[in-house]
């Protein structure tokens, strides 16, 4: 991001999907550190959608 690399924007794009998976993923178990990881997950993938914008 800091060296304006034309691949960036791709990058945060795939990290959002990859954490998307992932939430779902951990959303499928009824344990609670299965829980906090998936609101970690759609948080990370938040921030990696408006890094990508």
Partial sequence: MLSDSKWAAKYCKLCAEVCEYCAEQCEA???????RCAESCRACAEACRKMAA
């Fill in 29 to 35: 178990h009824d344990h609670d550190h299965c829980q």
